[in-house]
């Protein structure tokens, strides 16, 4: 059925005969009424804290393919990672040292965080930039919205308004690692004065930098609406379909000295300890689709209505070769060989499958005065996952297996609530005062078997969690125009968050429950705006108490595992700048500086015997020591030279090491890097059938330079004079290398 409907609306190709010509005041009245729909979650002007907008030709002028966090690297405290090297397939941001799990992105208003896992995987929605309208990344606590609280940024994306004029694109590019894209959009324009529909299609291919990283994206991207004077009414659905070379496991530097950058040891079938075949079905595999229905409606000149309904339905499962496992973890008894041997340990093919959905109601009330703008607003969310795992194969065989063997199960339902209100009250004609309460009340339950072994309990652990929340998030600040070329602002927030469904799980018997977190967020900023220059720097304090923080640790499927710390802060400096000297030349940069620190920490190191079997903890606390996964230093330069329909654009970001865990540990960090880019664009301008031709080449890592942006670590022992050694892993990212594209609108 999707596929007919992305077909039926591609056929719009044909539907400009049909259209008919709008004036300038219906567009504009048209594309306000789509705004409302995101008012709860942007900032404005007059918002006390430190954002960024993205529009949508400057998301076009660099998308050729890559996610979204590549695209983004180049704003103030940001770091992208890629488990391919490229860019493309399981990305990863940071933003002032926090992952995805604690950053809240949305899109339309509607959380795109995992409900469970509180990540954002980029891959489900491959080429969503194609179909963005706009993006605006926050940092620190954000403006009010739904899902998890942002305890390093928010990203909110409002999607593709509809189209007034009818149109058509085609884009191609393809360049380094085998990597092709093909995207293909086309819209209606308005028809009969009232509807409009848009669609995308949109392919992605790579053979990845890292070995047997390939990706095979398919996304798609259509809406229809209805609008008059006061509504627009929109009908929108979204989703992708991957399928990905698991490359998680990173490299080590043995592993690097023996076979070189690229090694990929997940899918490698192991005799003897030699290194022999791959299995080539070692793939991550998820469907992932997004739907939402969006009202807004203009009450009055003062007030407009927003009420948005949405689903999102995934359903995937990854498969893999695992060597060397213990039957009882796979709940499989032992069994004697054709030898009489027994064998406790066997080579299998395991498949862990997620089946879920998330759907709710988020409605907003928006009202301008001559001196209040205000927002209030309730949302309802529910989440329901299903998480099972079987076993196709098993190495050799074994006796009274089940076909598919299904070794565990369990269920998972979390209920996220949320009432809100938002104002942005004048003062005077240049202050103004911000104020922004949100009460959020969160429900989760688990039950049934995980794919854990309990050696206490000598079975597969068991799970019946049921735990409430209740948080209450305030954010006040003011804004202060000195003048028309400077302001001020200053603000302190609250926000709170519940753990994520591995901290349940991985916790353990013998350990804590994990609690959820609470940061207290201090801002000063100061903006200087121009008509060639603008400066804008601003000062965090980010006050923590019990951090949900990154371990170093990743789960069997490449998740970060986070763990409490209960007390921690992070304190920096933010500088961003805009010059244009000349009507061709634009000079941008930006500077992070960051002191990201643990008051008090204790470690467990653990040991190991020489067959890898957990022997003892040794406690080790620390004090006043560096934050995981965040640099002190990130900074960006770039130059843009344009001259009639040609650009010349050249970046080059900065990132200090960072540590890889909370113990500061030399032998645990992850040196420095620098990398430049380049891109070269070109329009051709064309007056009849086609309206333009653009034309772009980028190159990537134009240095050439031998990097990694991501690692992990575990302990690997205890030496005899019982000094603790690691095992760090690390995600080699590519050298140079070329995307080259072309766009053509009709």
């Not at 079938?269 to 290194?275: A, D, I, R, S």
């Amino acid at each position: 059925m999707k596929r007919s409907l992305v077909i039926g609306a591609l056929s719009l190709f044909a539907l400009p005969l049909g259209a008919q010509h709008v004036n300038k005041a219906d567009t504009t009245r048209m594309y306000a009424l789509q705004e409302v729909s995101v008012v709860g979650t942007r900032a404005t002007k007059q918002t006390p804290m430190s954002y960024t907008n993205l529009t949508k030709k400057t998301l076009q002028r660099v998308n050729l393919g890559q996610d979204v966090p590549y695209l983004l690297q180049m704003q103030p405290s940001v770091v992208a990672t890629s488990d391919a090297g490229t860019g493309i397939g399981y990305t990863a941001i940071r933003v002032r040292g926090v992952d995805a799990t604690g950053i809240n992105i949305t899109a339309n208003g509607v959380p795109i965080n995992d409900s469970e896992s509180q990540g954002v995987f980029w891959v489900n929605m491959p080429d969503l930039t194609s179909s963005v309208e706009e993006m605006q990344l926050q940092r620190g606590i954000g403006t009010s919205s739904n899902g998890a609280g942002s305890f390093g940024a928010s990203l909110n994306m409002r999607t593709a308004n509809l189209a007034t004029q009818p149109y058509a694109l085609v884009s191609a590019s393809g360049g380094s690692f085998g990597t092709i894209r093909a995207n293909v959009q086309a819209g209606s324009g308005i028809i009969a004065n009232h509807w409009a529909i848009d669609a995308r299609v949109s392919k992605i291919n790579s053979n990845g930098y890292i070995d047997r990283a390939t990706v095979d994206l398919k996304s798609y991207f259509v809406q229809a609406g209805y609008f008059n004077d006061n509504t627009v009414l929109k009908l929108i659905s979204f989703g992708g379909k991957e399928r990905t070379g698991i490359a998680w496991n990173g490299i080590s530097k043995s592993d690097e000295a023996k076979y070189g950058r690229t090694y990929n040891s997940a899918g490698d079938m192991l005799t003897g300890g030699k290194k022999a075949t791959q299995y080539a079905h070692n793939t991550d595999n998820y469907q992932q689709i997004h739907n939402h229905l969006i009202l807004t409606h203009r009450i009055s000149p003062e007030l407009s209505l927003n009420i948005t309904g949405h689903y999102t339905a995934g359903y995937g499962f990854t498969d893999e070769f695992r060597t060397g496992r213990k039957l009882k973890a796979f709940g499989l008894p032992s069994f004697k060989d054709a030898q009489g041997e027994k064998v406790k340990k066997v080579s299998l093919q395991r498949k862990k499958f997620l089946d879920n959905g998330f759907g709710g109601l988020i409605a907003n009330l928006h009202i301008t005065l001559p001196r209040l703008s205000m927002t209030t607003g309730i949302s309802g969310n529910y989440y329901l996952g299903k998480h099972y795992g079987e076993i196709p194969f098993i190495v050799g065989g074994m006796p009274k297996i089940a076909p598919n063997h299904r070794y565990y199960e369990s269920e998972s339902g979390k209920g996220d609530y949320s009432a809100y209100l938002k104002a942005n009250y004048n003062l005077t004609n240049r202050l103004s005062a911000f104020l922004d309460l949100q009460e959020r009340f969160v429900t989760y339950q688990m039950k049934g078997v995980i794919d854990h072994y309990s050696d206490s309990e000598a079975q597969l652990q068991h799970i019946d969690s049921k735990n409430t929340f209740t948080f209450f998030n305030p954010k006040a600040g003011v804004f202060y125009q000195i003048n028309p070329n400077h302001s001020l602002y200053a603000s302190v927030a609250v926000a709170n968050r519940e753990p994520n469904r591995k901290m349940y799980t991985d916790i353990g018997k013998n350990n804590p429950s994990p609690k959820a977190e609470m940061m207290t967020d201090y801002e000063l900023g100061y903006s200087y705006q121009a008509q060639r220059a603008s400066v804008k720097a601003n000062l965090y304090y980010m006050l923590y108490k019990d951090q949900l923080v990154a371990n170093g640790k990743l789960s069997d499927v490449g998740e970060l595992l986070l763990e409490n710390i209960p007390d921690s802060y992070r304190l920096g400096l933010e500088l961003s700048a805009s010059v244009r000297p000349t009507d061709w030349l634009r000079l941008d940069g930006s500077l992070a500086l960051s002191r990201n620190k643990i008051k008090n920490y204790t470690y467990n190191f653990s040991s190991y015997d020489a067959s890898y079997n957990w022997v003892a903890y040794k406690p080790t606390k620390f004090e006043n020591v560096d934050l995981a996964y965040s640099p002190k230093i990130v900074s960006s330069l770039g130059a843009t030279f344009s001259w009639k329909q040609f650009e010349l654009n050249l970046t080059n970001q900065y990132v200090g090491s960072q540590y890889l865990d909370n113990t500061a540990s030399a032998d645990r960090e992850l040196p420095a890097y620098n990398v430049a880019n380049l891109r070269v664009a070109y329009d051709i301008p064309v007056k009849r059938f086609i309206k333009n031709i653009n034309l772009s080449l980028q190159v990537n890592n134009l240095l050439n330079a031998q990097y990694s942006s991501n690692g992990y670590v575990y302990d690997a022992g205890i030496d005899s004079k019982g000094h603790t050694y690691s095992d760090l892993r690390y995600f080699p990212q590519a050298g140079i290398n070329f995307l080259a594209g072309t766009t053509i609108s009709f």
